[in-house]
Each structure stands twice: as structure tokens, then as C-alpha cells.
């Protein structure tokens, strides 16, 4: 978990910011969301992707039906 936070602090202060400057329009999604993509890479998103993949997998069948159903639930409108 500390490998996940070591990465996904300064990544999500990156997400924040730059969702507020899509927002605005100071970054234009066409021409800079490849550019956001790829600092997102560089910065480790996928080394935390395959991290909690890899947590999900090895979960019992039961662990991931309540998953499942926990997240049917709250985001059912």
C-alpha cells in the first residue's frame, strides 16, 4: 500500500490541476490529452493499475461477487 501512495499522491495533485485547466480551457482536450496521457505514464499509473489488479485477482470469488455488488449499488441512480 505505501508503493500505491508513493505513487498516487503526486498523481492525483497532476489529475486535480490539470482536470481544472481542461475545465477552464486553458488546455485544450484534443491538443494536450495525449500530453496528460503520457506524463500519467510517467509518473507510474500503470505500475498502480497492475498493482491493484494484481490485489483484485487474489481475491475469493465471494470477495469479488461483493465487490461487484457493493459497486452495483452505489452507483445505481
Same mark, same amino acid.
Given at each position: 500500500m505505501i508503493e500505491i501512495t508513493k505513487?498516487? !499522491?503526486p498523481l492525483n495533485k497532476l489529475v486535480n490541476e490539470k482536470l481544472i485547466k481542461f475545465v477552464s480551457g486553458e488546455l485544450n482536450m484534443e491538443a494536450d490529452w495525449g500530453h496528460f496521457q503520457e506524463e500519467l505514464d510517467i509518473m507510474g499509473y500503470d505500475k498502480v493499475l497492475n498493482l491493484y489488479?494484481? /490485489?483484485? =485477482?487474489?481475491?475469493? @470469488?465471494?470477495? &469479488? /461477487?461483493?465487490?461487484? @455488488?457493493? &459497486?452495483?449499488? !452505489? !452507483? =445505481?441512480?
Open positions: 505513487v498516487m !499522491t489488479l494484481t /490485489k483484485y =485477482a487474489k481475491l475469493s @470469488d465471494e470477495n &469479488k /461477487k461483493l465487490y461487484t @455488488d457493493i &459497486k452495483k449499488y !452505489t !452507483t =445505481a441512480k
